[in-house]
């Protein structure tokens, strides 16, 4: 129901930006306000995990969609070039990320969220362009963010636009590709983390959907949704990579166990000193071999 309402307004668009109207204009803006109010009135239901991703999506492109609307009502009365810049006086300002991406703050249904939002493209046609300028947008928010919790979990989800060719059709569909949860702390550089964490895995799997012969190809860069989540971390239980500021101290042993025996390692290291490598399990006798636990 709502991917059709989606669709419905992304054709409003469409059209728009052939043939624009100031009735187009509100006519989308208005199509785009009330299937916003539907969906954050359904997000307040009990629904099963993979409806309010589906949701949560049709919101982040419906936020997207306003915002072309917006510009294309600036563009009509003259007051953005066909860039989306201001000719006004201030057009001979440097471009910024800002004028190329907008984020925008979105709404959840995951209890464990602090802050989700949509970053969405205004100008790009490459993806690595465009996720250059989300890193940009994305420092000054998780900064702020930071600045009430120690650490947080961010995973992000880009969406294309997607064209496929079947005998004398052609089909355009909306392709999600999400990245895993990872901790960021205060300590974390922002920069580094969003490129190995958001950048490289996103542009790897975007390169092997387009290389595994389905067919489809990216025709238009849509958005990236960004969820901040609580970080609780199962302390005393599994493996969890230390902050950055205790790492480069290089005074505390963090063993990279991979079952749910966290403290006995932690002992055995401690009364089997490694010289090289303290993290690695190999360089310790197993702890069942040297701590009675039962």
């Known amino acids: 129901m709502f991917a059709d309402l989606v669709k419905h307004i992304a054709g409003i668009l469409g059209v728009l930006r052939t043939n624009y109207s100031d009735k187009s204009v509100r006519e989308g803006i208005r199509e785009c306000d009330k299937a916003t109010r539907r969906i954050r009135n359904s997000l307040r239901g009990a629904l099963p995990i993979g409806e309010k991703q589906h949701l949560e999506a049709c919101l982040r492109n419906i936020k997207s969609m306003r915002k072309h609307f917006k510009l294309e009502q600036k563009r009509g009365h003259g007051l953005a070039s066909n860039k989306g810049t201001s000719t006004s006086a201030f057009s001979n300002r440097k471009e910024t990320a800002k004028h190329r991406v907008h984020w925008d703050d979105s709404s959840s249904a995951f209890r464990n969220r602090i802050r989700t939002g949509v970053i969405t493209n205004l100008k790009h046609k490459d993806p690595g362009n465009f996720l250059m300028d989300c890193k940009t947008i994305f420092k000054s928010r998780i900064h702020n963010a930071l600045k009430q ?6 995973n992000a989800i880009f969406c294309g636009e997607f064209v496929i060719t079947q005998g004398e059709k052609t089909l355009n569909e909306y392709k999600y590709f999400t990245t895993s949860n990872a901790a960021i702390y205060r ?6 983390w969003f490129e190995e964490k958001v950048s490289k895995p996103l542009m790897k799997k975007l390169s092997e959907f387009q290389e595994c012969n389905s067919g489809w190809a990216l025709r238009a860069v849509v958005n990236l949704g960004v969820n901040f989540n609580k ?10 990579e230390l902050p950055p500021q205790i790492q480069t101290k290089k005074a505390c042993v963090n063993v990279k166990n991979e079952d749910h025996a966290c403290f006995a390692w932690a002992v055995v290291s401690a009364l089997y000193p490694a010289d090289k490598h303290p993290q690695r399990i190999s360089k310790y006798p197993h702890y069942s071999s040297v701590l009675k636990l039962k």
Do not use: M, R
């Open 149 to 154: 919790d120690e650490a947080v979990k961010v």
């Open 187 to 192: 300590g974390t550089d922002i920069e580094e």
């Open 231 to 240: 970080f609780t971390p199962q302390l005393g239980s599994s493996y969890v």
